[in-house]
């Protein structure tokens, strides 16, 4: 999956028969690198547990980019190596906990509740 801006249209998600240069299909790599090229610094990148490093090349596009990059930390994660891997090359904005990611989602997002 990925995502894509065809000349001065709207984003778009599209599916690809890519990447043959990854390991996983889906990638998370490749979704988040072609994110952080459409939306450069407006780009949110999460990475939680899963096993591997898949993620670690995305979320430093986003970094390098100027986006929002957050990690669950290694305490309320089943399997820390996707967000080790993120860890080592550190390009962490925020580490939280699995129950702090929706608020953190909210404030980079600037969400207002209605009165």
Do not use: N
């Amino acid at each position: 999956m990925i995502v894509e801006r065809p000349s001065d249209s709207r984003p778009l998600i599209a599916l690809t028969p890519e990447p043959a240069r990854h390991l996983h299909v889906p990638s998370i790599d490749v979704m988040m690198e072609s994110a952080a090229s459409v939306f450069g610094s407006l780009t949110m990148g999460i990475i939680m547990p899963g096993m591997g490093s898949d993620g670690a090349q995305g979320i430093k596009s986003i970094h390098r980019r100027g986006g929002i990059t957050l990690g669950q930390d290694e305490a309320s994660c089943v399997v820390y190596g996707m967000p080790r891997a993120c860890a080592e090359m550190r390009v962490w904005q925020r580490v939280v906990s699995l129950a702090q990611i929706p608020q953190q989602i909210l404030r980079a997002t600037r969400y207002r509740k209605q009165a």
